[in-house]
């Protein structure tokens, strides 16, 4: 069964769709904000089809958060949303229809679908919004965000949850089956400087890969957390997780702690979602760079 994806197409995106790739049929991909504007994530995409060889359909989406706020990652990726030591995609145009009557066509023709999401949840809020009705269509949706220790875009909140967090409140209140891997779970598959000189991938994605890398070397630390390529993980290879029930909710208001996710353990009737409690980091980064060697 092919699987969705949901993306705001940074470097770690590109990382965790070739590794998604390979175990699953990708039927559809959906493009959002988050990374950088729309404009740019969508100039990603049609780089890295090109540079890749993607063949699957790839959508525009949400142009922004649910209340209409832009919030982006560039102020720690730089302008394109992809560090990188010098190299880029390559310029490419490409016709990306909307996401949402492509999404929900997809959903009308699957059960038990399965969404890989790696960026803001606008576009599948969106979807829960316009189309309630293909809501029970949806297994799972794995999703790249939270946090139950400290953020990265504040102290408080992961991104991808402080980007739109009314995204994520409408998917919680809607029951829509979520997987949070959250940072906490991310933080323990780090990759460091010897990987990248050991990684024997095409140029493009070993600067692709240094760039990212240099995220934290930047600022003084040796390793990485390799954050979507995880959740991406999380479909290609089950085994190696371990998830537990939780009640998940948001933050909506306050200055300090908008978009915090708070994570209750303490009543599994009350659960709403699932959470990443356990990884094998050594077999997870071993698969996240043996896909990368694999996509010469």
């Not at 990382?15 to 990603?44: E, T």
């Not at 190299?87 to 996401?99: D, F, K, N």
């Not at 929900?104 to 189309?131: C, D, H, K, M, Y």
Request: charged share 20%; glycine share 10%.
């Amino acid at each position: 069964m092919g699987i969705w994806i949901d993306t705001d197409m940074g470097g770690d995106d590109i990382f965790a769709i070739l590794l998604a790739a390979r175990a699953r049929q990708v039927d559809g991909v959906s493009l959002s904000f988050g990374n950088a504007p729309l404009p740019q994530v969508r100039a990603n995409a049609a780089g890295a089809a090109e540079a890749f060889g993607w063949t699957m359909p790839i959508h525009a989406g949400a142009e922004r958060a649910i209340l209409g706020t832009v919030t982006t990652a560039q102020y720690a990726l730089g302008q394109a949303g992809i560090p990188t030591r010098g190299q880029t995609l390559p310029a490419a145009v490409a016709e990306h229809g909307p996401a949402l009557p492509a999404l929900a066509g997809w959903l009308e023709a699957e059960t038990e679908a399965e969404i890989l999401a790696l960026g803001p949840l606008s576009n599948l809020a969106v979807l829960a919004l316009a189309r309630p009705d293909l809501l029970d269509r949806i297994g799972r949706v794995t999703w790249m965000g939270g946090a139950i220790g400290r953020g990265n875009h504040t102290a408080s909140a992961e991104f991808n949850a402080a980007a739109d967090p009314e995204a994520l409140a409408i998917l919680l209140a809607r029951n829509v089956p979520l997987t949070m891997v959250d940072l906490d779970a991310c933080r323990r598959v780090e990759i460091t400087e010897a990987d990248h000189a050991a990684l024997g991938s095409s140029e493009l994605l070993r600067d692709l890969f240094g760039g990212y890398l240099d995220i934290a070397l930047s600022r003084g630390r040796p390793a990485m957390a390799l954050y979507d390529p995880v959740a991406a993980a999380c479909l290609a290879a089950p085994e190696l997780f371990t998830t537990a029930p939780a009640e998940i909710a948001v933050e909506l208001a306050g200055g300090h702690c908008r978009g915090r996710t708070i994570v209750d353990q303490r009543a599994p009737e009350r659960a709403n979602a699932r959470i990443v409690t356990d990884l094998d980091a050594d077999a997870m980064k071993a698969l996240c760079l043996s896909a990368l060697e694999a996509s010469r």
